[in-house]
């Protein structure tokens, strides 16, 4: 089946270090692959997302590549600020009939960055 | 500017009582979702409606269940509260058509069951 595993938290870094949050999936055939955030005390928003393999998705300084040979979705930016303090999610959707309508979902990375 | 509203962001029950949690996004998709979000389990899906009146179960339907009279509005509804049932609930909508749609979410309800 379908599942998504990222690396677990809680990462803490100082303001402008580089940042790497991991994401492998299992999927058959090619299925979408997304970054949502969550910052305290909201909801979910969608960060980027990739449709293919070898897309890049970005937004806000914040890049991951669609990898399909390593099954590798990771986040990655290069100059971390305070405000980037969030739950970083990783997911998958594998079609849009019945079932496939919902999204798989990595249990979440914590980051936390100090000034 | 894409909108999903819930209709409480706190909520504190007792034991027992009947819980409607209500959800509803003006942006006419059809796919609606019900999570729960708990320390260390990520997101996990409750139940998730592709067109009124249809529902389908997800991964942890036990205890709840849903309402989708209208297409805007999907609830979620604990029969009988329990302790184990404090959470933050999350609803999410999504257009129906290809593997790409973004879910877009609303801010949360903190429910706390004493």
């Known amino acids: 089946g379908n599942s998504v595993t990222q690396m677990e938290g809680p990462v803490t870094l100082s303001e402008e270090a580089f940042l790497t949050i991991n994401c492998t999936y299992t999927?058959?055939?090619?299925?979408?692959l997304f970054w949502y955030v969550q910052y305290p005390g909201e909801g979910l928003q969608l960060l980027l997302k990739?449709?293919?393999a070898d897309d890049k998705g970005s937004n806000k300084g914040f890049e991951a590549t669609y990898r399909k040979e390593t099954t590798s979705f990771h986040l990655e930016k290069g100059s971390v600020q305070v405000s980037d303090s969030a739950v970083y999610f990783c997911a998958l959707k594998n079609g849009a009939a019945g079932n496939n309508r919902k999204l798989i979902w990595g249990l979440g990375t914590s980051l936390a960055v100090n000034p | 500017d894409v909108k999903v509203t819930q209709s409480s962001r706190y909520l504190v029950k007792r034991t027992g009582e009947k819980v409607f949690l209500e959800c509803v996004q003006d942006?006419?998709?059809?796919?609606m979702f019900w999570y729960r979000q708990d320390p260390g389990l990520g997101l996990r899906l409750i139940y998730f409606?592709?067109?009124?009146?249809?529902?389908e179960k997800g991964d942890i339907p036990e205890g709840y269940s849903v309402s989708r009279e209208k297409k805007e509005r999907f609830s979620l509804i604990l029969e009988s509260a329990s302790t184990n049932q404090t959470s933050m609930y999350l609803c999410a909508s999504s257009s129906s058509g290809a593997s790409t749609d973004t879910q877009y979410f609303g801010p949360g309800t903190r429910l706390t069951v004493l």
């Open positions: 990739a449709t293919k």
């Open positions: 999927a058959t055939g090619y299925p979408s």
């Open positions: 942006m006419d998709h059809e796919n």
């Open positions: 409606s592709y067109d009124v009146k249809m529902k």
